[in-house]
């Protein structure tokens, strides 16, 4: 699942692309991939050319979504398959993703990358095996590999999410000759799969389900179970719930996980934005 090739424009980045053809410039400089690099578009009167290809100028573009062209117009990053799943920016480059209109990464304060970044540091991945349960745009892989993991199996349930990783740049690549072979990415339905992982196989676990009404078997004392079997004694989970407000839903879902986690065998405390587990 190599990244597609090609730009990927935001509103705010084919306003400036458009702005400096309308001035008249030879060229442009700036991110055609989120802020992960940057790079030279020439401009022509009919057209831009960036990496040897050329691409039509945009038509006015929507806020809050990801563009990319599909070899006749500017479409969004966005696949409807019983749900609209839809790859959305964010001001700090690395994009979110939303299912149905509901965001899946936290990105008001910092990047979903550091956000990422600071939950996986929780579990100390450095030459631990991980497993990803709910691989999503594989931030936290991503982190995992930055941070020196020797394995991670990431599951990915949603085909459309899949789809989404391979036109993101931040997404880690699997076949990326820099992970060394260390991320397995498999589309599989973790609350099964985890039946066919051996007992104490991995050495931490990094929980982010989707919230509660969409995959409520991923809060359920069946799975903690299972994650309590793959993973050794003194191994960490990390379980991302969110804060949902208890006086709307009448739940306290950070609570009802803790204690559903310490019935399957851990020691649980809130933490961050979620659960921090220990295998007894």
């Given at each position: 699942?190599?990244?597609s090739p090609g730009p990927l424009l935001t509103r705010?980045?084919?306003?400036?692309?458009?702005?400096?053809?309308?001035?008249?410039?030879?060229?442009?400089?700036?991110?055609?991939d989120l802020g992960r690099s940057q790079g030279q578009a020439s401009l022509a009167i009919d057209h831009w050319q960036w990496q040897d290809a050329r691409?039509?100028?945009p038509e006015r573009l929507k806020d809050r979504t990801i563009y990319r062209f599909d070899g006749e117009a500017w479409s969004p990053v966005s696949r409807y398959a019983g749900s609209l799943i839809k790859l959305v920016p964010t001001e700090w480059g690395a994009p979110t993703f939303e299912i149905d209109g509901i965001k899946m990464l936290p990105t008001s304060k910092e990047s979903p990358i550091d956000d990422a970044r600071r939950k996986v540091a929780l579990v100390q991945p450095a030459g631990k095996v991980v497993l990803d349960t709910c691989g999503g745009l594989g931030y936290f892989a991503a982190c995992c590999l930055e941070a020196g993991v020797a394995r991670i199996h990431s599951f990915?349930?949603?085909e459309s999410v899949l789809w989404l990783r391979t036109l993101n740049p931040w997404s880690p690549d699997?076949?990326?000759?820099?992970?060394?072979?260390?991320?397995?990415l498999v589309h599989a339905?973790?609350?099964?799969?985890?039946?066919?992982?051996?007992?104490?196989s991995v050495d931490a676990v990094l929980h982010d389900p989707p919230r509660f009404g969409i995959a409520g078997e991923l809060y359920s004392q069946a799975f903690y179970d299972q994650l309590a079997r793959v993973l050794r004694r003194e191994g960490r989970l990390f379980h991302y719930t969110?804060?949902?407000?208890?006086?709307t839903s009448g739940r306290d879902v950070p609570r009802e996980v803790q204690k559903r986690l310490e019935k399957a065998g851990f020691k649980a405390q809130l933490a961050l934005d979620g659960v921090l587990g220990t295998r007894r």
């Open positions: 699942m190599s990244p705010d980045t084919a306003d400036a692309l458009l702005a400096a053809h309308r001035q008249g410039l030879p060229g442009w400089s700036g991110s055609l691409y039509p100028y990915e349930k949603n699997p076949e990326d000759p820099g992970s060394g072979g260390r991320l397995q339905d973790v609350s099964q799969a985890v039946t066919a992982m051996a007992d104490g969110g804060s949902p407000n208890k006086l």
